[in-house]
């Protein structure tokens, strides 16, 4: 069965770096394309990065690009997403997503992780 | 850029009663990329319907949508106990977007 794994969240300074990882199981990840989204407490969703199925192409909100990167490695099943020059506001649970048809990107998701916390204090 | 937005921001309503959730795009967007899920406390989303009107594997088909152009709708048509969530419409044009979500309580 379809699983995703979220790992590495935690309390992390203003101004440094993390890494989320998204281990995934019961499918190949090569086949989708991934998304992270997050969710801020108490607040509603937001997509914050996509990879492609086969990494060619990334795409990033605007309230990220130039500090996270996502990248994958697919004989590994992760997903990853690099977090730089942290936020008070980049804090919030992050989900990683599969989209719904291989090979596609059709921008939703069938599946999720449950999310890992990122909390970078003001 | 795309704003969408969604009325009520809460729903108060009974169990067995209709629930009808608004989704309204600030500019048309294509069906085939609008999407309805379901959050509740502590959880993460479900995808409940995509391309505007098709359930996902498993949904009840107590839920339905339907809309086109800018105006969409989450119809839940007797709610039962497990259905009072968070509901998020979303698009995907040059970027996947959230609607602020409707809390059906």
């Known amino acids: 069965q379809v699983q995703l794994e979220e790992s590495g969240g935690g309390v992390v300074q203003p101004g440094r770096s993390l890494r989320l990882s998204c281990v995934a199981s019961g499918f190949s990840l090569s086949r989708y394309g991934m998304h992270w989204v997050r969710q801020a407490p108490g607040k509603g969703l937001e997509w914050v990065a996509l990879s492609w199925y086969d990494g060619s192409n990334r795409q990033y909100a605007d309230s990220v690009k130039g500090r996270f990167t996502i990248s994958r490695d697919n004989p590994m099943n992760t997903l990853y997403l690099q977090m730089n020059s942290l936020r008070a506001e980049d804090t919030a649970v992050y989900y990683c997503?599969?989209?719904?048809?291989?090979?596609?990107?059709?921008?939703?998701?069938?599946?999720w992780g449950q999310g890992t916390l990122v909390t970078v204090p003001s | 850029e795309i704003v969408l937005t969604q009325s009520p921001g809460t729903l108060s309503l009974s169990p067995g009663e209709r629930a009808t959730l608004s989704c309204r795009a600030s500019?048309?967007?294509?069906?085939?990329?609008l999407a309805w899920y379901q959050q509740k406390r502590g959880q993460a989303p479900r995808l409940l319907i995509y391309g505007a009107v098709k359930r996902a594997t498993g949904i009840p088909d107590r839920f339905s949508g339907s809309g086109s152009g800018t105006d969409f709708t989450l119809t839940i048509s007797r709610l039962e106990p497990e259905d009072f969530a968070v509901y998020y419409c979303q698009q995907y044009g040059t970027s996947p977007l959230f609607g602020q979500g409707t809390k059906l309580e």
């Open positions: 500019q048309s967007v294509s069906s085939t990329y």
């Open positions: 997503a599969r989209e719904y048809s291989d090979y596609e990107s059709e921008g939703f998701f069938d599946y």
